[in-house]
């Protein structure tokens, strides 16, 4: 067998096993509406406003990686980004993680996307870490615990994205720099 002949095999294969889960749904929905009609439409007018929802920010991550894609280059993410940028890199991380919105799941293929560019582990770690400050929250986070609590709570989660970034990048050796750390 070719080298070309075993690519197309494994292409061939990963879109095959791609549209497993959504044909798996489609049958499942048929299978209820079939079934149980009114419980079936309901889920399916369910299922719709839940894809509804996170269309709007799944569009705004699609338009992030073709920015990226069209105006930075690999050598400028690295830089930013990259597995030895040092507390740069971590507090732009921070920032990233703390001002990105939407469900977690569609910032996914862009972190995978940076992390093909040269981001390293735990800049990738401190950035998911960092999602749980949201900065439209700590109003009413601080009408319910007060100031210093919320204050201290936050400089404990940066604090402590950081240090699981550190130790991300320690038990997960890069492959092109091992050792490397933050």
Not at 50 to 79: C, D, E, H, Y
């Amino acid at each position: 067998m070719s080298v070309k002949t075993t690519e197309k095999t494994k292409k061939t294969k990963s879109i095959s096993f791609m549209l497993i889960f959504p044909v798996l749904v489609a049958v499942i929905y048929g299978v209820l509406l079939a079934i149980k009609p009114e419980q079936g439409l309901l889920a399916l007018k369910n299922s719709g406003r839940i894809f509804l929802n996170i269309l709007q920010p799944l569009a705004l991550v699609f338009v992030a990686m073709l920015v990226l894609n069209l105006f930075l280059k690999p050598g400028q993410i690295t830089r930013l980004l990259g597995k030895r940028t040092g507390i740069k890199g971590a507090m732009l991380s921070v920032v990233a993680g703390i001002v990105s919105v939407g469900p977690i799941y569609v910032w996914y293929p862009l972190l995978k996307e940076l992390r093909k560019r040269g981001t390293g582990n735990a800049q990738i770690a401190i950035f998911l870490y960092n999602r749980a400050v949201k900065p439209f929250l700590l109003p009413m986070m601080i009408a319910y615990f007060g100031w210093v609590y919320v204050g201290i709570l936050t400089v404990l989660t940066v604090l402590a994205s950081i240090t699981l970034g550190y130790v991300v990048s320690v038990l997960i050796k890069e492959k092109d720099r091992p050792g490397s750390v933050i």
